[in-house]
Structures are given as C-alpha cells and as structure tokens.
C-alpha cells in the first residue's frame, strides 16, 4: 500500500494552499457565527490527516475498488432516503450522536474515484465514444443523480452530472457526439423551463420552482429574493478593501445582524466581501483558480489515464462547486444550496474534499517519468 516516493513530487503548493484556505474558513465561520467555530476547526484538523494519510497511499487502490465503491454509494444515498433526519422538507443527513453526516457529499467524490477507474478502463479499450461506452456511463450515473435528487438536493445532483460529464470529456469523448447531445439538450433545457410553470407540475418541489423563477424573472418575484439579494448587500458593503474579520464598533456589520440566513454555510462568501472587500474577493478567487490549475498540473502529470481522471475530476469539481456557489451569493445564479470548498461550514463537505485531495496529492507522488 505505501510506496517509496521522491519528495520533490509532493505538491506543498496544492498541500498548503488548501490547508490555509481551511483555517480561513474556520475564521470566516467564527465572523458569522460563532457556535460553529469548535466543530469546524476540529473538523479541519481531522481533514488535514485524512488527506496526509491518503497522500501516501497508492491511489490505484482506489481505483481497483471501483466496483466494491458503486454499491456503497447507492447504499448510503438509499439509507439516507430511509432513516435520514428530515430538515426543512429535505431529507439528506444522518445525526451520529453530536456529529451530521450528508452522504451525498461523500457520493459526489466517491463517484469521481469509480468514474475515474471505469473511464480509465474505457480509454483502454477504445470505448469512451461507443454507444456501449456512452450507455454504461449513463446508467451509472442515473440512479446516483436520482437519489440525490429525491433528498431533494437540486444543487448536489446538478454539481455530480455536470462533474461526470466533464470526465467523460476528459476521457476523449468525440466532439461528434457532444454536439449531438446539444442539439437535445438545448430543446429540452426549454421545454424544461414551460413546464416547471405548469401549476400541475410534478417534477420540482414548489421552492426549487420560485427559486429558478425568481432568477428568470427578478421583477415579478422581488418578494422570493430576500436572501441573495441579501447577500448581495452585504458583499458590497465591504467596498474596496472590506471592515475585517474584527471591524471596528463604530463600523455597522451586516454579517452581525444576521441579514443573511445561514451565512456560515452556502453564503460564506459574503463574509469574504464584507470583511475583505472588493480586493479580498479576488484574491479568494484567485486561490480557488491556483488550487485548479495545481489539479489540472497533476493531471497533466499523470502517469496513467486512471490518475488523469483522478485529478482532473477533482479540478472539475472545485471549478463546478465554486462557481455555483459564488455565483449564487452574487446573485449571478438561481438560490441554490451548496457549499463553498474548504470555507463553508460543514463537515461532509470538508472531509470529503480532504479524501479527494489526499488521492490527488499522490498521484502527482507517481508522475510519469520521461
């Protein structure tokens, strides 16, 4: 299981940047709520060993465990449908003793690994654009995205297709056939669209519904959009360079007054506009895209099509997650729930991007030898 690795291999980059954007997280946290600090921060240094561990083992592991990885997804997404705690009309989490666990948190980064090890396959094979090939990646990822979807988690389920279909492209999926897809999925997004207005609608729970009107239409539902635009206020407030995670007394704190529900999970980044402003936005920004394009680097590295997969689903992952969730905070998407990557509060999420980093670490550990 261990290996003998050079140290020159390992990403202290990648490795020191998401462990900094951690502990930022647990300041952001503590600026919006304060209750949530402890868990967060032992969270955090649970995750840091998790992905230590995980650096040093052989993620071919992993990915030989593929078939053993799918069952356990569908078992602990069903589990959740079955004996999870309901909040808020969602049932989506297990309460164990004083801890929350959120499956599809875990699913979305074990599917990464099981597409990894199947699409490495495919590319062995010359399968990746065959109907077959097409046809096996499809019904894989139908009952995942159901289940999640049935929680009901619309920004979870949206996040994981979007992910596998981008690594599926990533395998070598034929432009032929990606416009082919377009050209279906173009009328269907519209016809989507006419019939989640319908009153007999029987597809989408009624707040996902004004959720997505009230984006479409932000006139006509101004009443539905209290919390981004919210969220939006709050981020411009902090102006150019932002009042600080400790602003002055005399300085009015919008994160404070609680102005934004939940602020400490799926709108964290409004913490980031008000405390650091226009100027810390961007650098936030900035690191996301650093910690990307290291993932992009390893998987550019790769030595075999399974630790290409590996890494460049992790890319995928944090560019999909990060862009929803910033784009909701700003208002630029539809209110939806999901949290942003290493700073939100959640300990699902923290952890599980602490698995899929620790795989990726390694396999820029075994980068092909040229």
Same mark, same amino acid.
């Given at each position: 299981? *261990? $290996?003998?690795?050079?140290?020159?291999? +390992? =990403?202290?980059?990648? &490795?020191?940047?998401?462990?900094?954007?951690?502990?930022?997280?647990? *300041?952001?946290? =503590?600026?919006?709520?304060?209750?949530?600090?402890? $868990?967060?921060?032992? %969270?955090?240094?649970?995750?840091?060993?998790?992905?230590?561990?995980?650096? *040093?083992?052989?993620?071919?592991?992993?990915?030989? &465990?593929?078939?053993?990885? +799918?069952? %356990?997804?569908?078992?602990? &997404?069903v589990a959740v449908l079955l004996f999870g705690v309901n909040v808020n009309q969602a049932t989506r989490w297990f309460n164990i003793g004083p801890i929350t666990f959120q499956p599809s948190e875990l699913a979305k980064v074990l599917m990464i690994v099981f597409m990894a090890g199947l699409l490495s396959d495919f590319i062995e094979k010359e399968q990746v654009s065959t109907f077959k090939g097409v046809g096996i990646f499809a019904a894989s990822i139908i009952p995942v995205a159901f289940l999640i979807f049935r929680e009901p988690d619309l920004s979870t389920t949206i996040c994981t297709v979007v992910v596998m279909i981008l690594m599926l492209y990533l395998a070598g999926l034929? +432009? $032929?056939?990606?416009?082919?897809?377009? &050209?279906?999925?173009?009328?269907?997004a519209g016809t989507f669209l006419w019939y989640i207005q319908r009153p007999d609608q029987k597809l989408l729970n009624q707040y996902q519904v004004d959720r997505i009107l009230t984006f479409l239409f932000p006139s006509e539902h101004a009443d539905m959009n209290t919390q981004q635009a919210n969220s939006v206020m709050v981020i411009g407030s902090g102006q150019l360079m932002g009042k600080g995670l400790s602003p002055d007394p005399d300085v009015v704190s919008m994160s404070s007054s609680r102005m934004v529900s939940e602020q400490q999970t799926d709108f964290i980044f409004s913490v980031v506009g008000e405390s650091f402003g226009f100027v810390g936005s961007v650098i936030v920004i900035a690191i996301f895209l650093i910690i990307v394009l290291q993932c992009i680097r390893i998987s550019r590295r790769a030595k075999d099509p399974g630790g290409m997969l590996l890494a460049g689903g992790a890319a995928c992952l944090f560019s999909v997650q990060s862009f929803i969730n910033i784009g909701v905070a700003t208002a630029l998407l539809p209110n939806t729930g999901i949290p942003l990557p290493f700073l939100s509060y959640g300990l699902s999420s923290l952890m599980s991007s602490a698995i899929i980093l620790g795989i990726v670490l390694n396999v820029g550990l075994q980068p092909e030898r040229y």
């Open positions: 299981m *261990l $290996k003998k690795y050079r140290l020159r291999d +390992y =990403n202290f980059i990648l &490795l020191f940047l998401v462990i900094g954007m951690m502990i930022f997280g647990v *300041l952001l946290i =503590n600026r919006a709520d304060s209750s949530f600090t402890t $868990k967060q921060a032992i %969270g955090v240094g649970v995750s840091i060993v998790i992905m230590v561990v995980l650096s *040093l083992l052989d993620y071919h592991i992993f990915l030989d &465990l593929k078939f053993l990885i +799918y069952p %356990g997804i569908l078992v602990i &997404l034929r +432009y $032929k056939i990606i416009f082919i897809v377009l &050209l279906v999925l173009i009328p269907l």
